[in-house]
């Protein structure tokens, strides 16, 4: 018994291990999407400082301040692409997730379901034999009366043939 103790147990803290690292890797995801998010907010904040960077002359943009800041842009859109693929990543495990919340779901409603017959299974059962003791009850008590009655009528009949045994006697003598 007790080794089946020591395995459910077993069982049931790997299953808590892997239900935890499922939760573990999803808040990973998370916070990398998080810090993805912070970095492009931080080189949108950079994109907007070279926009208003002029050194040219006479306060103009120069060609230089434009290629920064379109490198910026572009590394902003390559920081987007990337919280995109993270952001997939992040809804595969919520879709995970909620496919293994609905299997366990499943799971728990078919055992029900099993529970469920095998109760109305033994409520038939058990049906069925109350049936069959009321049943011999009845056999019982019919050939008890039956018994009785022969009793009585051996009894009557004893009671009269010695009467009457007793009568021829009296006769004879």
Do not use: C, P
């Not at 995109?84 to 496919?99: A, P, S």
């Not at 008590?141 to 009568?167: E, W």
Request: net charge positive; no cysteine; proline share 0%.
């Amino acid at each position: 018994m007790k080794k089946y103790y020591y395995l459910l147990s077993i069982i049931l803290f790997n299953f808590q291990a892997f239900a935890q690292q499922d939760t573990t890797a999803y808040a990973a995801q998370r916070v990398k999407v998080n810090s993805l998010l912070a970095e492009r907010s931080a080189k949108f904040g950079q994109y907007d400082e070279s926009l208003n960077q002029r050194t040219g002359i006479f306060g103009w943009q120069t060609k230089r301040d434009i290629k920064n800041s379109n490198e910026i842009l572009r590394q902003v859109v390559l920081t987007d692409n990337n919280i995109f693929k993270e952001l997939k990543i992040l809804m595969d495990y919520k879709d995970l997730q909620n496919q293994q919340k609905v299997a366990v779901a499943d799971h728990s409603q078919e055992r029900i379901e099993n529970y469920m017959r095998t109760i109305k299974k033994l409520q038939d059962q058990n049906t069925e034999l109350r049936e069959q003791i009321d049943k011999k009850d009845k056999n019982k008590s019919l050939s008890t009366y039956i018994i009785v009655f022969l009793i009585l009528v051996m009894g009557g009949g004893f009671y009269f043939f010695s009467k009457k045994l007793k009568n021829y006697e009296k006769r004879i003598i």
